[in-house]
C-alpha cells in the first residue's frame, strides 16, 4: 500500500518564527489533505490540496503530485499553532494517514 | 450548520463489555470511517462505508463491528474481543473531495 513520511517528527519554534513540514508518499493519489490535530483532539481541515498551491492566511500549502510530495508553511507562528499536524493521501477509498509533526510554538 | 457528531465524548468500558459509539452527520456525505488513534501515534482505519447496508473492514478490524443502516448514522460497537480498546475514536464523513472529522470519543477501560 501507499505509504505516507513526514518530517520532521518534532518541531520547537519561538513565537513569530517560520516553518515548513513535509510530506512524502510512496505512489499517485488522488486527494491529499493537511490536517490541525488541537490538544483536545479535533483534527481541523486546513487543506484539502491534490496538486497545486493554496493560501490561507499564514498557513499556505504545495503539493508536487508529479514528484509525490506536498509542503505545509507556516508564517509568523502562534503558540495556538501548536499541535500536530497529519497529512493525509487517498489511494482509492480510504485515507492513509502520515505519523505527524508535532509543533510546539513558545512565547 | 453541518457537521458531524460524536457521543459520547468520554466512555468507560468495564472488562467484557461491548459498548457503541455514535457518529452522526448531516452533510449528505454518502462515504464515512472510523479511526482509530493510540497515544502519540497516527490514525488507523477500522472501518468504512462508502454506501448505505454496506461497509469493509480497514486495517485494524478485529473486535470491532459496524451498521450503516441509514445514510446519516455510522456506530461502532466497540465488542468484548477488543483486547486493547483504550484509545481515541475519530469518525470522518466525506463526499467527492476531502474529508470532514467530528471531535471524536475517549474511550477508557476501568
Known amino acids: 500500500g501507499i505509504q505516507v513520511e513526514q518530517s520532521p517528527p518534532d518541531l520547537i519554534l519561538q513565537e513569530g518564527a517560520n516553518s515548513t513540514l513535509r510530506c512524502n508518499f510512496s505512489?499517485?493519489?488522488?486527494?491529499l489533505q493537511w490536517f490541525h490535530q488541537n490538544p483536545w483532539g479535533q483534527l481541523i481541515n486546513l487543506f484539502y490540496?491534490?496538486?497545486g498551491t493554496k493560501q490561507n492566511g499564514r498557513l499556505s500549502a504545495t503539493t508536487v503530485a508529479t514528484e509525490r510530495y506536498s509542503l505545509l508553511y507556516i508564517s509568523s507562528s502562534q503558540t495556538t499553532d501548536s499541535g500536530v499536524y497529519f497529512c493525509a493521501v487517498d489511494g482509492t477509498y480510504k485515507y492513509i494517514f502520515g505519523t505527524g509533526t508535532r509543533l510546539k510554538v513558545l512565547a | 450548520d453541518g457537521g458531524i457528531t460524536q457521543s459520547p465524548k468520554y466512555l468507560f468500558r468495564k472488562e467484557g463489555q461491548n459498548v457503541t459509539l455514535s457518529c452522526e452527520q448531516n452533510l449528505n456525505h454518502d462515504a464515512m470511517y472510523w479511526y482509530r488513534q493510540d497515544p502519540g501515534q497516527g490514525l488507523r482505519l477500522i472501518y468504512y462505508?462508502?454506501?448505505?447496508?454496506?461497509?469493509q473492514k480497514g486495517d485494524i478490524a478485529e473486535g470491532y463491528s459496524v451498521s450503516r443502516e441509514k445514510k446519516e448514522s455510522f456506530p461502532l460497537t466497540v465488542t468484548s474481543a477488543q483486547k486493547n480498546p483504550t484509545a481515541f475514536y475519530l469518525c470522518a464523513s466525506r463526499r467527492g473531495g476531502g474529508y470532514t472529522f467530528g471531535s471524536g470519543t475517549r474511550l477508557t477501560v476501568v
Open positions: 462505508s462508502q454506501i448505505v447496508n454496506d461497509f
Open positions: 505512489d499517485s493519489v488522488n486527494n
Open positions: 490540496i491534490p496538486s
